[in-house]
C-alpha cells in the first residue's frame, strides 16, 4: 500500500517569488493537513482538508494556502515568500478528520523548501 | 492552552544501554497520544497510539507507556539504526483547530 506522497521533495526559491507542493494521501483516505517543521518551533499545524473544504487552520499569515481536489489530493501554495518560510513541509492524511480511535495520521516524506 | 513537553532534549546512549523517554502533557480531554519516528531530513514514522491511563504497546526494542499526564518511550537493548528523533503528539477531545500538538522531540543517538 503506498504512502503518502509529496512533491516536490527539495527546492529553491527566492524571496518574493510563490511556491506551490503537493500531496497524495494513502489510498482511500479523505483527510489531508499540513504542518511546517523548522528546527526552532518544531512541527506547526498550518491547515486541514476534508471533501475539498478547510475545516482547520493554524496560526499562519494569509499568504499560505492550500486546497483539496475531489480525488483527495491536495495542493498548498505559499506567495511572497520570505526567508523564514524555509523549513520542512510535512503532509499528513487520515481516514477521516478529528481524533477518534483508530484514525491514525500518517505523514509524507515532506518537501524541503529553501528561500534564498 | 493544549501542550506537550518532551524530556530530555538529546540522549546518548551506548549500545545495550536501555533508557526511557518522556513526553509529559496538558490537554483538556486527551483522545489520542502519538509516537513517531523520525529520520534526518524524512518524514515522522508512526509509532504507536495510545488512548488511556494504564496502557502499554511494544514494537520490537520500543515500548511504550501512558499515565494521565505523562507518557514513557522505553527503549530496551537499543542498537545503533534506533537513532532518530522521536516525536510526541497528542490529540484533544476537543481539539480546536489543530489536529496534532507535537512536542519538539527527543534527538536519540546511539553509539556503537
Known amino acids: 500500500k503506498a504512502g503518502v506522497t509529496q512533491t516536490p521533495r527539495y527546492l529553491i526559491k527566492t524571496r518574493g517569488q510563490q511556491v506551490t507542493l503537493s500531496c497524495s494521501p494513502i489510498?482511500?483516505?479523505?483527510?489531508v493537513s499540513w504542518y511546517q517543521q523548522t528546527p526552532g518551533q518544531g512541527l506547526q499545524f498550518l491547515f486541514e482538508?476534508?471533501?475539498?473544504?478547510?475545516?482547520n487552520k493554524g496560526n499562519f499569515p494569509g499568504r499560505f494556502s492550500g486546497r483539496q481536489f475531489s480525488n483527495s489530493r491536495s495542493e498548498m501554495n505559499v506567495s511572497t515568500l520570505e526567508l523564514g518560510d524555509s523549513a520542512l513541509y510535512l503532509c499528513?492524511?487520515?481516514?477521516?478528520?478529528?481524533?477518534?480511535?483508530?484514525?491514525?495520521?500518517?505523514f509524507g516524506e515532506g518537501s524541503w523548501l529553501t528561500v534564498v | 492552552e493544549d501542550q506537550v513537553t518532551q524530556s530530555p532534549e538529546a540522549l546518548r546512549l551506548q549500545e545495550g544501554e536501555s533508557s526511557s523517554l518522556n513526553c509529559s502533557y496538558t490537554?483538556?480531554?486527551?483522545?489520542?497520544l502519538f509516537w513517531y519516528r523520525q529520520d534526518p531530513g524524512k518524514g515522522p514514522e508512526f509509532l504507536f497510539t495510545l488512548y488511556s491511563a494504564g496502557e502499554e504497546k511494544e514494537k520490537e526494542r520500543l515500548k511504550a507507556t501512558l499515565t494521565k499526564k505523562e507518557s514513557f518511550l522505553h527503549i530496551t537493548a537499543p542498537k545503533p539504526e534506533d537513532s532518530a528523533t522521536y516525536l510526541c503528539?497528542?490529540?484533544?477531545?476537543?481539539?480546536?483547530?489543530?489536529?496534532?500538538?507535537f512536542g519538539k522531540g527527543t534527538r536519540l543517538s546511539v553509539i556503537a
Open positions: 490537554v483538556s480531554g486527551l483522545r489520542g
Open positions: 503528539a497528542v490529540q484533544a477531545i476537543n481539539s480546536g483547530n489543530t489536529p496534532l500538538v
Open positions: 482538508y476534508f471533501s475539498e473544504t478547510q475545516r
Open positions: 489510498s482511500g483516505h479523505r483527510s
Open positions: 499528513a492524511s487520515s481516514l477521516v478528520p478529528g481524533p477518534r480511535s483508530g484514525n491514525t495520521i500518517y
